[in-house]
């Protein structure tokens, strides 16, 4: 029985808090749209916070990422493709060279 009711805390646990930090995230895509003041001062919170708080993290695309390693690993990727050459019908010839 013990294990039981922990396993079912823990998931509800775990569903709270997921649904926490999409509140999160929603507010800061709100802020970001409406009121910049708000959105830096929420950013610049979430920089210096404990990088163990709950709640800090990053959208890339569609997936909010939390942990260092990840985030580091998106812009990672993002400068990759932000720098490896691409054949594209809209660059710009002379500065393909």
Request: charged residues 35%; positive net charge.
């Amino acid at each position: 029985m013990c294990a039981t009711s922990k396993a079912s805390f823990r998931r509800t646990f775990r569903h709270s808090v997921e649904k926490y930090l999409d509140a999160l995230d929603k507010k800061l895509d709100n802020d970001a749209d409406k009121d910049s003041v708000a959105f830096w001062k929420q950013v610049q919170a979430r920089k210096r916070s404990n990088k163990s708080r709950t709640g800090a993290g990053i959208k890339f695309g569609d997936r909010v990422y939390r942990s260092r390693e990840s985030i580091c690993g998106q812009w990672g990727s993002y400068f990759h493709k932000l720098y490896s050459p691409s054949s594209s019908p809209d660059f710009d010839n002379e500065w393909e060279m």
